[in-house]
């Protein structure tokens, strides 16, 4: 079933956008662009003198196109396979709905983590090639995207499972980063909240998947090229409600 999860997603021709465009970049920055090393751990592309890209810069640009193009695709394979006519000759078969769910993460997980891989291996290997050096804390920062695809399509994956529509599920992805951006940061955002106040958000800030908790971690492992194991998981509980309450009603949606 993952093979089958995995397939449909490489067939999704916008989710394949994120590894294209980042192989065009690169394509294009050796044709039009000079790079030079920032240091040993960064580097500065440069197009024209008034157009240049360090490093930190292009993984914030990165980041907001990825996100803009989960938004968009992620949600398109389980919206047609929860559609009746789908969902009933797939459970017609010897699958059961626990096979189909927990492959259907999976899958998403598998392919997402592949295409960071590919991202972060060909501007590995253009920063090598034209600034002689590995950028570590850039690549591990792209590596580390996978986890808040996993935190989106935790939201997706229950606003699909509850409505069956697409359009849902995109504004759904859209709302989140905000909302958990503010409940991460809730505390330094509101220091003057009460106790109550500040006890909620605490609870919301685990039991909504936690995308505030993944940008953070990008954003450390790209100052400082080290994983906080802690932010990691906060990022992966944050995703258990979601994904718990999406295989629950599932199992008991008739389609």
Same mark, same amino acid.
């Given at each position: ?18 590894? &294209? ?14 790079? =030079? ?13 008034? &157009? ?6 292009? #993984? ?10 989960? @938004? ?17 000759? *797939? ?6 709905? #626990? ?19 590919? #991202? ?22 792209? *590596? ?14 229950? @606003?699909?499972?509850?409505? =069956? ?17 503010? *409940? ?5 955002? @509101? ?45 992966? &509980?944050? #995703?258990?409600?979601?994904? *718990?309450?999406?295989?629950?009603? @599932? ?5």
């Amino acid at each position: 079933m993952i093979r089958f999860t995995m397939h449909q997603l490489f067939k999704n021709s916008i989710l394949l956008a994120w590894p &294209i465009l980042a192989i065009t970049f690169v394509l294009i920055a050796l044709i039009f662009g000079s790079t =030079e090393a920032a240091g040993n751990n960064s580097f500065v592309i440069t197009f024209t003198d008034n &157009i240049s890209l360090d490093s930190s810069m292009l #993984t914030v640009q990165s980041f907001s196109i990825i996100w803009l193009i989960a @938004m968009v695709s992620l949600p398109t394979h389980l919206v047609e396979n929860l559609q009746p006519e789908r969902a009933s000759l *797939l459970f017609s078969k010897p699958l059961s709905r #626990t096979d189909f769910f927990i492959s259907d993460i999976a899958g998403v997980f598998i392919i997402t983590s592949l295409y960071a891989l590919i #991202t972060a291996l060909v501007f590995g290997l253009y920063a090598g090639m034209t600034a002689s050096i590995f950028p570590v804390s850039f690549l591990k920062a792209i *590596l580390c995207i996978p986890l808040y695809m996993l935190a989106l399509y935790a939201a997706i994956s229950l @606003m699909v499972v509850l409505t =069956e529509s697409y359009m849902a599920s995109v504004f759904v992805v859209f709302a989140l980063q905000p909302i958990s951006m503010v *409940l991460f940061s809730f505390d330094e955002l @509101m220091p003057a909240s009460g106790g109550m106040l500040k006890a909620i958000a605490g609870v919301l800030n685990y039991t909504i998947p936690s995308t505030g908790a993944a940008q953070s971690l990008i954003s450390k492992v790209l100052n400082t090229a080290s994983l906080e194991p802690a932010l990691a998981a906060h990022v992966l &509980i944050s #995703t258990l409600p979601f994904f *718990l309450l999406s295989y629950y009603v @599932m199992t008991k949606k008739e389609f």
